[in-house]
C-alpha cells in the first residue's frame, strides 16, 4: 500500500449515477497537498480517494501513473492512448456497461461519476486532451492478483464472506468462487454481453467484476464493424479465462482441485467443455 500525493482540479460531470457521493476530481501531482492510496504495484492508474458512508471503498480510475516520476506516459502504440489516462470513451462505456451489468444481478461496483477535468495534456501527437476519470465504489479494493501482496489473514478475512444463493455445502473455498463466477458469465452471455477481459485482474476478492472499458452489449455495442463481427467468436474463450481464475484461487488457498467437478460445473450451466476437446 502507497500514498499517492495528488492535487484536486475543476471538473464537469460527464456522467451520474444519481449518486450523492463526494466527487474526488484528484491527479497525481508530486507537489500535491492531497493523498490517494495505492493498493498495490499492479494498480497503475486507479487509486482509493475515499470510503462511503457504509464502509465501501470509494476508487477512482485515470488519475496518472502510481510508477515513474511522470504522471503520464504516452508510448504512441494506441493513438491516444497514454499511460495513466483513461480516455472519456473508455470511460462511459465502462460506465454504462458497469451499470447495465450490475442491473442483472451480478455482484460488481456501484458507480458513481465519469468527470472530465478542466486540465489539459498536450500529448507527444499534437493531441490535446482533458484528463477523465471514473469514479465507483467497491467492497474490497484488491483484485484476485493482489494476492502476492495481501496477508493471508486478510485473504481469508475475504473468502469466509462468500456466499451462494443455494448452499451446496462445498468444502473447498475455490467451489464457492467457482459456482458464482460460472453463474455471472451464463447470466453475461445469455444477455449478449461480452466483457473481453476476464481475468484476476478484473475480480476483487469479494468477487466482484469490474472493468468494463473492452465490453460490449445488444444496448452498446462496438462502434466498429470489424469488431461487432468478431464477438461471436471471442465468448467461448471467456470460459477457459474463467476457468483460469478459478484454478488460480485455488492455488492461492493451497486447495486441490478436482477438474471433473469444476468441469462438471461448467456443464451444469450450460458450457460443455468437451465441445472445444480435438
Not at 502507497?2 to 464537469?12: A, F, G, K, L, V
Not at 498495490?40 to 486507479?46: A, D, E, K
Not at 471514473?134 to 489473514?153: G, K, N, T, W
Amino acid at each position: 500500500m502507497q500514498i499517492i500525493p495528488c492535487s484536486e482540479y475543476p471538473y464537469r460531470v460527464i456522467h451520474n449515477s444519481s449518486s450523492k457521493q463526494i466527487i474526488y476530481p484528484y491527479l497525481r501531482d508530486l507537489k500535491g497537498n492531497k493523498d490517494m492510496i495505492c493498493i498495490t504495484p499492479l494498480h497503475g492508474r486507479s487509486f482509493v480517494v475515499g470510503k462511503t458512508e457504509e464502509g465501501r471503498y470509494i476508487v477512482s480510475k485515470g488519475n496518472g501513473l502510481s510508477y515513474t516520476q511522470s504522471s503520464f506516459l504516452h508510448t504512441g502504440e494506441f493513438c491516444d492512448g497514454t499511460w495513466g489516462l483513461l480516455l472519456r470513451q473508455d470511460a462511459e462505456r465502462d460506465f454504462l456497461i458497469g451499470q447495465e451489468i450490475e442491473s442483472l444481478g451480478i455482484k460488481t461496483n456501484h458507480m458513481h461519476y465519469v468527470l472530465e477535468l478542466d486540465f489539459e495534456i498536450n500529448l507527444p501527437n499534437g493531441h490535446k486532451l482533458k484528463p477523465t476519470l471514473l469514479q465507483y465504489d467497491v467492497e474490497s479494493p484488491y483484485r484476485i492478483c493482489d494476492a502476492p501482496f495481501m496477508e493471508h489473514e486478510l485473504i481469508q478475512a475475504e473468502i469466509k464472506k462468500w456466499q451462494l444463493k443455494n448452499n451446496r455445502g462445498y468444502d473447498k473455498y475455490h467451489m464457492i468462487a467457482a459456482e458464482i463466477l460460472i453463474s455471472n458469465l451464463r447470466i453475461l452471455h445469455d444477455n449478449n454481453i461480452l466483457h473481453n477481459a476476464i481475468h484476476e485482474q478484473n475480480y476483487t476478492w469479494s468477487l466482484e467484476l469490474l472493468d468494463f472499458e473492452l465490453a460490449c452489449s445488444s444496448r452498446y455495442p462496438y462502434e466498429k464493424e470489424d469488431y461487432r463481427r468478431h464477438v461471436k467468436d471471442l465468448l467461448p474463450r471467456e470460459i477457459i479465462q474463467t476457468y483460469v481464475i478459478i484454478n488460480y484461487i485455488a492455488g492461492v488457498l493451497r486447495e486441490t482441485v478436482s477438474f471433473y467437478d469444476i468441469d462438471s460445473l461448467f456443464k451444469e450451466y450450460d458450457f460443455d467443455l468437451k465441445q472445444f476437446n480435438y
